[in-house]
């Protein structure tokens, strides 16, 4: 009966049922649109920063992440590299890297960059760097003097491809060290930071360069499904000595974008307080409007014997109702908006020194959670009925008296 009553309620209004459903909807659809955007710009500096030579896990001799000298450098790598086939899960990747701080210049200019000997083969499968030369070629296994650079650092030094690059960082004898390497590739990424940051070469030739024999300064390991990152983090420390060996997930090594993702957790939280504290106030102003409208109805149905927890029911049914019909239509049209956007995205490249200032990347693909979905409807639907209880209580407190009596 309740429930009939209150879906015929609703209509007999259909203007003001209008706008709060409205407002309903408006309200569940910035609730999560706006929230997958937010996620889809933590997903992005995530992914970006996995892919940006970090890894899920990286494994460094103990006190390189404190001092990033050649002194720190692993003096047994094929120790470490017989664990790891024993602990990562199938699937797994890694792959082995000199990273010491350089000096890099040409006729014209000197910078300070970050000198990176890789493993071709290994370090495309890992890393961002194998799939973003966009001119010349990538490294070969067997490149002895051939260097990648970044966009960025060819345009601020005025040179191009074939040309030289004079390469200089100390060596394990504490010497200076210097090479010369002609650059066959050019690689973009999506930080402008990132390419005038790194230099590639192959790791023999920084090895050698160096003077480092077999020695290396870190091992990058990305696992099938980054659920297990913490899991097989603490099995690497429990098998590697922690005297000589430290390992250190991505969020210990990217704790600028941890942060990020705790900020971002809790602007979406104020959000959805926000919506709904605008909501709340229109949802209890309509159901006012209509129980004092019908004053005159409930004493009668009062005065023919009608319990006050009855009106109670009925009022909180057609609540009931609105917020059901809101979410459903809200929740189509967020999906909707999602699924507009998921192939092209944001582009903000118009704005990508701003947005890299602020480390949001250049083009915002919407991300959908499930959590953020069930939280924005429980939101609603929970603190919707409990702003209705008031206008509900007010109404099963009519005396028939009163009710009858009001004009």
């Known amino acids: 009966m309740f429930l009939r009553l209150g879906w015929r309620n609703i209509w007999r209004n259909p203007r003001r049922t209008a706008v709060i459903m409205t407002a309903i909807i408006i309200g569940v659809w910035s609730m999560i649109f706006l929230g997958a955007l937010m996620r889809g710009i933590t997903d992005e500096m995530v992914r970006n920063g996995i892919a940006t030579l970090t890894g899920h896990i990286q494994v460094h001799h103990k006190g390189y992440r404190d001092d990033p000298v050649i002194e720190n450098s692993m003096t047994n790598p094929r120790d470490v590299e017989t664990v790891l086939g024993k602990v990562l899960p199938a699937g797994s990747r890694w792959t082995s890297r000199v990273r010491v701080n350089a000096v890099v210049s040409n006729a014209r200019h000197t910078a300070g960059v970050t000198f990176v000997g890789i493993d071709p083969s290994r370090e495309a499968k890992v890393s961002f760097i194998g799939g973003a030369v966009a001119e010349g070629r990538y490294l070969k296994q067997d490149d002895k003097y051939g260097i990648v650079v970044g966009k960025a650092l060819v345009d601020k030094f005025e040179t191009k491809l ?163 019909i809101g979410m459903i239509i809200g929740n189509i049209f967020s999906f909707l908006s999602v699924i507009a956007l998921s192939g092209t995205g944001i582009d903000l490249s118009s704005l990508a020194a701003g947005s890299e200032f602020v480390g949001i990347p250049k083009i915002i693909y919407p991300a959908l959670y499930v959590k953020d979905v069930i939280g924005a409807n429980l939101v609603v639907f929970v603190l919707g009925l409990v702003v209705s209880i008031y206008p509900a209580v007010k109404a099963a407190r009519f005396t028939p008296i009163e009710a009858l009596a009001h004009n």
Request: no cysteine.
């Open 162 to 324: 074939g040309r030289k690059m004079l390469v200089m960082s100390q060596d394990t004898e504490r010497e200076i060290a210097s090479r010369s390497f002609r650059i066959v590739g050019i690689f973009r990424s999506e930080m402008e930071a990132t390419e005038k940051q790194y230099v590639f070469v192959t790791r023999t030739a920084a090895q050698h360069m160096l003077k480092m024999k077999n020695e290396i300064s870190e091992i990058s390991v990305v696992l099938p499904d980054s659920k297990e990152v913490d899991a097989v983090a603490d099995s690497l420390r429990r098998t590697l000595p922690s005297a000589d060996y430290e390992i250190q997930t991505w969020r210990e090594l990217l704790p600028l974008i941890t942060a990020y993702l705790s900020i971002y957790d809790g602007f979406i939280f104020i959000w959805f307080v926000v919506v709904f504290i605008a909501m709340g106030f229109g949802i209890v102003n309509t159901t006012l409007m209509a129980v004092f409208e019908r004053m005159r109805e409930f004493g009668l149905l009062k005065s023919l014997g009608m319990k006050p927890w009855w009106v109670i029911k009925e009022v909180l049914v057609e609540s009931f109702f609105i917020l059901m």
